[in-house]
């Protein structure tokens, strides 16, 4: 119920907001301002069984949003579920005609997929950067069989998006919303996101999103790496929305192989 918001404006560019509400709630009922206020001018109570309330602007006073500048992490500050999106993501995953298990387990072919911003004209790698990274991301492919694919998601359609973001174990990209697929990954030992900032630059939008889901998250400045609990402090530097983001692919390729063989993990 958003009784501030017209039907038309709760839809995004994309179009993936209706996509996942209608396949992963297919019961589910919206009601905008129009409908509050038949409700508000009918002069009777209505009783729901269940009710919860979002307030983004009353997140933002919690010490999570401080930290995170995330509004759910206030929420996610309290105890649950390791898997509480996992009900969300099968229900979308079944709709688009996959079976729910896909990625799942260590023993099929890994997929490693770049989400590429290089025809998007904002926050792109430089040029030869890029070109590296899809060179040495082809090595690793003739070399070891993994599936690589490098797409641009402003040219896949959104049952595209979701079923290759299923099927990915690794997924990677410059800090962007072609990354916020990585939702339908299927959290494993291996499943890992890659995220390339302008050095310096740092948001949590998507590494808290992959901590969240039970999945591991990099965070990448040219040839130097990061992730949880080493990380940066959020900050907006100059060129962190230009297109000369430096990246050095060779530790990219080198940092995938290490999560593909789950060496980490041998060594604990």
């Given amino acids: 119920m958003f009784n501030h918001l017209d039907a038309y404006h709760w839809r995004d560019y994309?179009?993936?907001n209706e996509w996942v509400i209608r396949s992963g709630f297919p019961s589910l009922v919206?009601?905008?301002k129009d409908d509050w206020r038949?409700?508000?001018?009918?002069?009777?109570?209505?009783?729901?069984d269940r009710v919860i309330l979002a307030d983004r602007s009353a997140s933002m006073l919690t010490f999570n949003f401080a930290r995170f500048q995330r509004s759910a992490s206030a929420s996610f500050g309290m105890p649950g579920s390791a898997h509480w999106w996992m009900t969300m993501r099968n229900n979308v995953i079944q709709f688009t005609g996959l079976d729910i298990s896909v990625g799942s387990g260590t023993t099929n072919t890994p997929v490693i997929t770049y989400i590429s911003r290089q025809e998007w004209g904002?926050?792109?790698?430089?040029?030869?950067?890029h070109e590296k990274l899809v060179e040495e991301l082809y090595k690793l492919r003739d070399r070891y069989g993994f599936e690589v694919n490098v797409v641009a998601a402003e040219k896949m359609s959104r049952l595209e998006q979701i079923e290759l973001a299923a099927r990915t174990t690794i997924m990677m990209g410059v800090h962007g919303n072609g990354l916020t697929s990585l939702i339908w990954m299927k959290p494993t030992p291996r499943s890992t996101v890659m995220e390339f900032?302008?050095?310096?630059?740092?948001?949590?939008?998507?590494?808290?999103?992959?901590?969240a889901l039970g999945m591991t998250h990099y965070g990448f400045w040219g040839n130097e790496y990061f992730t949880s609990p080493g990380l940066p402090q959020p900050k907006y530097v100059e060129g962190f929305q230009g297109n000369s983001i430096p990246l050095d692919g060779a530790l990219v390729a080198?940092?995938?192989?290490?999560?593909?063989?789950?060496?980490?993990?041998?060594?604990?």
């Avoid at 904002?122 to 950067?129: A, Q």
């Avoid at 900032?197 to 901590?211: I, K, L, S």
């Fill in 122 to 129: 904002r926050r792109m790698l430089i040029k030869e950067d």
């Fill in 14 to 16: 994309a179009s993936m």
């Fill in 30 to 32: 919206m009601e905008f």
């Fill in 38 to 48: 038949d409700r508000a001018e009918m002069g009777r109570p209505f009783v729901f």
């Fill in 197 to 211: 900032f302008f050095p310096g630059g740092f948001a949590f939008d998507y590494e808290y999103t992959t901590r």
């Fill in 254 to 268: 080198r940092l995938c192989l290490e999560r593909l063989s789950l060496t980490g993990e041998v060594d604990d």
